[in-house]
């Protein structure tokens, strides 16, 4: 059974998981099934979950000095009635639905030479990932998120400018995104993609 965290992240390091409802708590985890644990009991107070996309080092916090291990590049594409039409500043930030993101990411890959990537329906946008062969430390991983930002940019790709942070969140599977009423799963909708090497991306 494909699991998302097991294939994006890598073993080095600690895992990041947070639960916004109430108030916000976030919490490390040395293995998965401790992520695991935390991933189900923020759930099950249906909190909106959130796992960190590094790895994280000794310290208890989620700055962008203690994500130390990456095994991904990823992008999260904003979809809904109110993300594709101009919003009081006048900047589109999405597309109206998943189905025009996929196509525009679609066409994005295809342009700029990317494999298909693991993509995860959210619950209303797309998360997408590209997973390496190995693990990369910060200063390998950063000049390659700035290009894969660059290169949204250049090809009219919208996407969360804030996604390409090192201590960037997303939401793991197994999870909802509550802020739908009722409430909409975050499902996998491809685990399928190229492993790529540090040289070849």
């Not at 390091?13 to 401790?34: H, P, S, V």
């Not at 599977?173 to 790529?196: C, G, H, R, Y």
Request: glycine fraction near 8%.
């Amino acid at each position: 059974m494909f699991d998302l965290l097991d294939t994006v992240l890598p073993t080095e390091g600690r895992y990041c998981i947070i639960g916004i409802g109430k108030y916000t708590d976030q919490r490390f985890a040395d293995t998965r099934e401790e992520a695991e644990e935390l991933i189900q009991e923020f759930v099950g107070k249906k909190w909106e979950t959130y796992f960190g996309c590094a790895k994280f080092g000794p310290l208890d916090n989620r700055t962008h000095d203690n994500a130390l291990y990456f095994r991904a590049l990823w992008m999260d594409i904003d979809c809904g009635p109110t993300k594709g039409v101009p919003n009081e500043k006048g900047k589109v930030e999405g597309y109206l639905d998943q189905e025009t993101g996929l196509a525009e990411l679609k066409k994005f890959c295809k342009a700029v030479g990317l494999p298909q990537p693991i993509l995860i329906n959210s619950g209303n946008g797309i998360h997408a990932y590209w997973v390496f062969d190995r693990t990369l430390d910060r200063k390998e991983w950063t000049p390659l998120a700035k290009r894969l930002k660059g290169l949204c940019k250049e090809h009219g790709l919208i996407v969360d400018d804030k996604v390409f942070e090192a201590s960037r969140v997303l939401r793991p599977m197994n999870s909802a995104n509550f802020k739908s009423d009722p409430p909409k799963p975050v499902e996998i909708w491809n685990e399928n993609t190229q492993v790529l090497s540090y040289e070849q991306m």
